[in-house]
C-alpha cells in the first residue's frame, strides 16, 4: 500500500516510511491511496487479534511480523478479555461496545498499544531510537506513556500542568514505574506545557541531538487500529439480531469517527456515523450547516477530551468530499487559512451520501444521559460516552441499531459522576489503591531552558 497526501504535492511513500512521521512536507496528511475492500464473510468470526491482522495487513503490508506484533497487543491480559471490545446490551436496538478496558481506561490505548509495539520493532530494525515529548492535561498522555513504557529505543518526556489535574488522572501518570518515561509537572497551565513543546521543538539542533519526535492523532497507525473494533462492533450487534446498524461516537478530533468512516469505506455496511460533541460544536456545526469554523479557544467541559477547536483529522474527510483532488483540497485549506472559516455547501451531496448525523450535548444533558441509563439499565457511563448515548437515544430511528462507542471508563471521572447519580463509580479491579502509589515526577518552571535541562540530564548529557 501506497500513501499519498492529502494536499497532493508530496511523492507518495510507503507504511514504514510514514510510520514515524507527523504531516507530509506539503503539510498535509498521508491516506491510504485506495481502500482495502473487506471480505465479511472471511471476518465475521475471527477473534479480535486475527481480526485486527486481517484488517491491518493491506495498510501495513511492509511490516514484517506483522502478526506477531498484532498477536502480543491485543491480549487479555492487556485488555481484560479475550473479546477486546465487548458488546454489553442494554436494551433490544441499544448497545454499548466497551473501549475501554485497556492499561489507562480509556479508548486511546486500543490504538496506542498497537503503536507502541509498532514503533519499537521499526526503531530496532533501523537501529535508532526516538525521543517523544508531548503535552497532556489528562486522558492522551497517560494513554501515551502506558503505550511506550518498557519500550526499547523510546524515552518519553510527558509534560503536565502541576496541580491542575485530577487525583487519578496524576496518579495514573505519576505512578507508572518505567525508567523510559519522565513526567515533568509544570508551574503553569496546559497552554504553557504546549508552548514548552513547541518552544523545544522550534530549536532544530536540540531536536537532532535528542532525536525528538511527537506522537500525535494524526497518525495513520492509529486510525487503522481503530476501524477494527467498528468491525467487531458490527459482527457482534449483528450476532444479537441487529439489521440497521450504526454507531453513536463522542468526537474531538474526529480521530475515532473517521476510522468509522474508513470502516465504511472498506465495505462495512455501517447505516449511519452518528456524531457527538460537547459544547465545543464545530463539527456538529458542519455537519448541520455545511460551514466549517475552528474556535479560537475551547470552553472547559465535563467531557474534556472533547474540548476541542479544530479537529486534526477532518481535513481526510473533507480530502474525499472533494473527490481525492489534492491540488483543490490545498486551495481549499489555504481559504481556510486566510478566512478563518470554510463554507463546503457545494459538496452538501457528497457529505450526505457520507452517511452521518450529527448532535450535541450540554453539562445538564450529560448528567441526564447518565442517570436515565444509570436507572434504566444500571449500568454507570462517563461524560463522553454520555455525549454520545444521549444523541443517540435523540435520533435513533424505528428498526435502527445504536452501537454506542464507550470511550472512557466512569472511575476517571468521579466527580461528574458523583454529580449525576449521587454515588461513586466503581473502581476497576486491580486500582483500588491507585491514588496510594509512590509518584514520580519532577517540577519545572515555565522556561524552555529548564525543560532542555531535564531533557539533556536524563539522556545523561
Ligand atoms: C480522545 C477522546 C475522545 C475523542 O476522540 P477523537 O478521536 O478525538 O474524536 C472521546 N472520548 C474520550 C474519553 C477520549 O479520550
Known amino acids: 500500500m501506497r500513501y499519498v497526501s492529502t494536499r497532493g504535492a508530496a511523492a507518495p511513500r510507503r507504511f514504514g516510511e510514514i510510520l514515524l512521521e507527523g504531516l507530509a512536507p506539503d503539510g498535509g496528511l498521508y491516506v491510504p491511496e485506495r481502500w482495502p475492500a473487506a471480505d465479511l464473510d472471511a471476518l465475521r468470526d475471527l477473534p479480535y487479534p486475527a481480526l485486527a491482522h486481517a484488517l491491518l495487513a493491506p495498510f501495513m503490508d511492509d511490516v514484517p511480523q506483522l502478526a506477531a506484533i498484532v498477536a502480543r497487543t491485543y491480549t487479555k491480559e492487556a485488555f481484560g478479555s479475550a473479546a477486546i471490545v465487548p458488546l454489553r446490551t442494554l436494551e433490544s436496538g441499544l448497545h454499548l461496545l466497551a473501549l475501554s478496558n485497556g492499561p489507562t481506561l480509556a479508548f486511546k490505548d486500543i490504538a496506542l498499544q498497537l503503536l507502541g509495539n509498532l514503533f519499537e520493532a521499526a526503531l530496532a530494525a533501523r537501529g535508532e531510537t526516538l525521543t517523544v515529548l508531548g503535552a497532556t492535561s489528562g486522558d492522551t498522555g497517560s494513554a501515551a506513556e502506558y503505550a511506550w513504557c518498557g519500550k526499547r529505543g523510546i524515552r518519553v518526556f510527558m509534560l503536565s500542568p502541576h496541580g491542575r489535574m485530577s487525583e487519578f488522572q496524576r496518579a495514573q501518570m505519576y505512578s507508572l514505574d518505567a ?247 466503581p473502581r476497576p479491579r486491580g486500582l483500588e489503591d491507585l491514588e496510594r502509589r509512590p509518584q514520580r515526577f519532577a517540577v519545572i518552571d515555565p522556561d524552555p531552558e529548564a525543560l532542555k535541562r531535564a531533557i539533556a540530564e536524563a539522556c545523561g548529557a
Not at 243 to 267: K, L
Not at 322 to 329: E, M, N
Open 179 to 425: 525508567p523510559n518515561v519522565h513526567n515533568l509537572a509544570v508551574c503553569g497551565t496546559f497552554d504553557d506545557c504546549q508552548d514548552l513543546v513547541k518552544a523545544v521543538n522550534a530549536d532544530a539542533a536540540f531536536k537532532a541531538r535528542y532525536r525528538i519526535g511527537a506522537v500525535n492523532s494524526i497518525n495513520w497507525a492509529r486510525i487503522a487500529a481503530q476501524t477494527v473494533y467498528y468491525f467487531a462492533g458490527w459482527f457482534a450487534a449483528r450476532r444479537a439480531g441487529a439489521e440497521a446498524i450504526s454507531f453513536a461516537v463522542p468526537t474531538g478530533n474526529f480521530g475515532n469517527i473517521y476510522a468509522g468512516f474508513v470502516a465504511r469505506a472498506m465495505g462495512l455496511p455501517i447505516r449511519r456515523l452518528v456524531l457527538a460533541t460537547n459544547e465545543n460544536d464545530v463539527l456538529d456545526e458542519f455537519f448541520r450547516t455545511g460551514r466549517y469554523r475552528p474556535r479560537r479557544t475551547a470552553q472547559a467541559t465535563s467531557s474534556p477530551s472533547m474540548d476541542i477547536t479544530r479537529a486534526s483529522n477532518f481535513e481526510r474527510y473533507v480530502y474525499e468530499l472533494v473527490g481525492r483532488d489534492g491540488a483543490r483540497l490545498a486551495a481549499l485549506w489555504r481559504r481556510l487559512e486566510a478566512e478563518g472559516e470554510l463554507d463546503l455547501g457545494a459538496y452538501r451531496e457528497a457529505i450526505a451520501a457520507s452517511g452521518f448525523a450529527s448532535g450535541r450535548s450540554t453539562h445538564a444533558e450529560r448528567l441526564a444521559t447518565i442517570r436515565a441509563v444509570y436507572e434504566r439499565y444500571g449500568a454507570i457511563i462517563d461524560p463522553h460516552t454520555a455525549d454520545g448515548v444521549g444523541v443517540a437515544l435523540r435520533l435513533r430511528e424505528p428498526g435502527e441499531t445504536m452501537v454506542c462507542l464507550e470511550t472512557a471508563q466512569a472511575a476517571k471521572f468521579a466527580a461528574t459522576i458523583r454529580e449525576a447519580i449521587g454515588r461513586e463509580p
